[in-house]
Every structure is written in structure tokens, then in C-alpha cells.
């Protein structure tokens, strides 16, 4: 008993004491945790000088359309013509902006002199180039609310548009006019955009699953399970497709190559490996969307890889320490691509070595210098047009940047911000804006 009445006695002393003892401020700077986590991290990064190297960049061309996301090489424009200086030629509004909980995930896609978008209420639109409001398409099921789900995806192929949703739908609507032609069931979401290609449209649903769709009738051709994961981001890859083959990217971090035509599978290929000290370095979905040029794919994860793999086998042909936020753009003898540390990278092509980055907007200020910073810009692209790279970001300019240097060249405002990549067709720059608002530049 007496033990216990001192043992008590001595914790009681040892919190008074604790109470009454001044707090000891050592002297010296004060950082931020995150501040020395990334100086930490980019340790190897800073020691690269920028190198300005010649791009040898393909020439421009004037391309009349764009119709799908640019991870296949049939329909990529790989340097599209547009002006030096953008100007704003018209604004018009295709819907719901973004919302804490419901975002436009959708870039917009070209064709038949109509711009295609999705709002953050899943409402299809049809806008002229001219900026006339042409019809609209509500991709909610009658007895659901749009804001149960995202929304998906566009691609443009024929004279049709095909159009995934959050609620596990594939559509085809018609371009012109669009009516639903026909629906299929795909059993799960399906946010990211499909790809069609040779009478088949390609598509993810749930991050784990691999269909390719006939175009005729929507019935199933075949389906190819992945592996799923719960850290994922809205929006999932695009499938990249050439004259054989099909590369798909999952949930967990896999890419894999199949057949096209019977979906008979390749090859598999991990794509893992983060940043210490940074919490998105958890998320280790395929954010950098594989990409086929010629005979190599580019893809890259959330968290700090990219990687160059044989389209035929899947052997690994380089990794380089960066994350990618949206696809790589190649050209030349570069890729180009946004890095999970808000830097627009340039590396060679053959070997994956640095060339130069330079920094994008990165976390939004604050006004009171002791509250943490837990928003962010994003930072959407690069695409390749005019002769240069150009970025759109949800700080609310478009930026231009040398290909060879990488030395800002100009920017143009972007009222409300960015939300989608950019797209260039017929000489115009298209972008749509936090606000629900469709914005054309020439």
C-alpha cells in the first residue's frame, strides 16, 4: 500500500513539475516539416543542372480534329498547329462547375466542327466552334442522382460519340444529334475515358477490368480481369491502342499488353517504387496514362516513377525517379510530362535521363504563415502545339514553355482555372474552367 501511495506521489510531483516548467524555445530558424521532406527528396533532382538541348521537334500541322484522349499513336497529333500569342475568341458556360464533392474529370474532344464536354453533374454537351450550344445528354439514370457518381469519358470515332460514367455505363450516343444509339452494363464505374479503334471500344471499368466493346451493337467482344486497389484517383486510364495491341493500366499499379482483336495477354509489368516523406506517395495508381510511340510505352504512377517499356514484351527499357500526374507527351527525341512535384520534366527519350525541369504553381498561399498548407494547384498537360509545351493550371493562366530550354514563354489567363488538359484543333486551343465554363483560344 505504502508502495503504491509512492509511486503515486512521485507521478503527481512529475506532472506538477511538468506544468510549472517554462517551455525551452531553442533558438534558430523554424521549417517546415514539408519544406525539408521535399528539399529531402528532390536532394538529387537539384544537383541536375538544366541543359538546353535542340528538340527536334516534327513539324506542325493543322490537324481538324481530336477526337480521343492522345495515348494512341492513330490518333495523336503529335505537334498541332496554333498562333504564338492566344487570345480569348469566346466563353460559354456546358454546365455544373466543380464541387467539393463532384469534379470534371472529362477532357474536352474535337470533331465535326463540335466540341464534346461533361460537367460535373454527368451532362454531356455538344458546343460548335463557334460557341453555340447544341444539345445536351444527361448521363444519370432516371431513378439515380447525379451526384451519386462521377462522371466518365469521351471519344469521338465515325460519326459517334462514346461516352463512360461513374454509374457503370458505356453509351453511344449520335454525334449529331445526340440520341442513345446503345447502352452496355459494365458491372462497375467506369470514369476514365474509352478508346475506340478498329471497330472496338476499349475501356476500364472498376480499375480492374479490361472490355473491349463492338461498336455496331455494344455487345462484348471479351474482358481481361486486373487487380484492383483502393488508393485510386477519379479517372481511369485510357487504354492505348495500336494495329496489334492493347495496353491497359489497373488500380494496383500494373500495365499490361494484350492482343487487340482477342485480348490474349502478353505481358504484365508493375509499375512500383514512391518518395519517402510524402503521403501521396500512397496513392500508386497509374496517373502518368501508358502512351505508345513507335515501339515503346511510356506510363507512370502517382508517386514517383516512370517507366519506358517494349510494347511487344513489356521488357523494361528505363525507369526515371519522377511521378507523373497526366500522360506523357513525346516528340522528338523528349518526353515531356507534369511530375508529382508540380515540375513540367523533360527526359530523353533512349535513356530516360533528365534533360531539365522547371517548377509549375505548386501549393496555394496562405495568408497566416502557422496554417498548414492543404490545398493545391493542379496543373493539367503539357500538349505540344505552336512550337511550344503548354500547361493549364487551376491557378488561372495557360502557360507556354520552350521545348529545347524549358524557359517560360508566355501566359494567358484563364478565368476560374483550369480543370481539364488542353486541346488544339483547327488553330484553336480549347480548355474548360473550374466553373463549368468552356473556353476557346486562337
Known amino acids: 500500500m505504502q508502495v503504491k501511495f509512492l509511486l503515486a506521489s512521485v507521478i503527481a510531483t512529475g506532472v506538477l513539475a511538468g ?110 466552334t463557334s460557341g453555340e450550344a447544341l444539345w445536351s445528354y444527361n448521363l444519370a439514370p432516371l431513378r439515380d442522382d447525379a451526384s451519386q457518381a462521377l462522371a466518365g469519358g469521351l471519344a469521338h470515332d465515325n460519326g459517334r460519340l462514346y461516352v463512360t ?112 516523406g510524402f503521403a501521396i506517395s500512397l496513392v500508386d495508381d497509374i496517373t502518368g496514362y501508358p502512351v505508345i510511340e513507335g515501339a515503346t510505352v511510356y506510363a507512370g504512377n502517382h508517386s514517383g516513377n516512370v517507366v519506358a517499356l517494349n510494347v511487344n514484351s513489356g521488357e523494361r527499357l528505363w525507369t526515371a525517379p519522377h511521378g507523373a500526374m497526366d500522360p506523357v507527351w513525346p516528340a522528338g527525341n523528349s518526353v515531356y510530362f507534369v511530375s508529382d512535384l508540380n515540375e513540367l520534366v523533360r527526359l530523353d527519350a533512349t535513356d530516360g535521363r533528365q534533360i531539365w525541369a522547371v517548377d509549375l504553381p505548386g501549393y496555394e498561399p496562405v495568408r497566416r504563415p502557422q496554417r498548414r498548407r492543404d490545398a493545391a494547384f493542379a496543373n493539367h498537360g503539357p500538349v505540344l502545339a505552336g512550337g511550344r509545351l503548354i500547361v493549364a493550371s487551376s491557378d488561372g493562366f495557360l502557360r507556354s514553355f520552350d521545348p529545347a530550354s524549358g524557359d517560360l514563354v508566355s501566359q494567358t489567363e484563364i478565368r476560374g482555372g483550369a480543370t481539364t488538359r488542353p486541346v488544339v484543333a483547327n488553330g484553336t486551343l480549347y480548355v474548360v474552367s473550374t466553373n463549368g465554363v468552356l473556353h476557346a483560344y486562337r
Open 19 to 128: 506544468c510549472t516548467d517554462r517551455e525551452i524555445i531553442l533558438p534558430g530558424e523554424r521549417l517546415g516539416v514539408r519544406e525539408v521532406l521535399q528539399d529531402s527528396a528532390n536532394a538529387d533532382a537539384a544537383a541536375l543542372e538544366n541543359i538546353t538541348l535542340a528538340a527536334n521537334l516534327p513539324a506542325a500541322t493543322n490537324n481538324a480534329a481530336w477526337p480521343q484522349s492522345h495515348v494512341s499513336p492513330s490518333v495523336r497529333t503529335t505537334h498541332a498547329a496554333l498562333s504564338d500569342t492566344l487570345t480569348p475568341i469566346w466563353s460559354t458556360s456546358i454546365g455544373q462547375g466543380d464541387k467539393r464533392r463532384a469534379r470534371i474529370i472529362t477532357d474536352p474532344v474535337v470533331a465535326d466542327g463540335r466540341v464534346y464536354t461533361i460537367d460535373s453533374a454527368g451532362r454531356v454537351s455538344a458546343t460548335s
Open 165 to 276: 460514367s461513374g454509374f457503370g455505363t458505356l453509351t453511344a450516343l449520335d454525334a449529331a444529334s445526340g440520341q442513345a444509339i446503345w447502352t452496355q452494363r459494365l458491372q462497375a464505374t467506369a470514369t476514365g475515358a474509352p478508346t475506340v479503334f478498329g471497330g472496338l471500344v476499349y475501356v476500364i471499368a472498376g480499375d480492374s477490368t479490361a472490355w473491349a466493346i463492338e461498336v455496331e451493337d455494344g455487345r462484348v467482344r471479351w474482358q481481361s480481369d486486373g487487380l484492383g486497389d483502393v488508393g485510386n484517383v477519379a479517372g481511369a486510364a485510357p487504354p492505348a491502342v495500336n494495329n496489334t495491341h492493347v495496353v491497359f493500366a489497373f488500380g494496383s499499379g500494373a500495365v499490361q499488353g494484350a492482343f487487340r482483336q482477342g485480348g490474349l495477354r502478353l505481358w504484365s509489368a508493375d509499375i512500383v517504387g514512391a518518395r519517402k
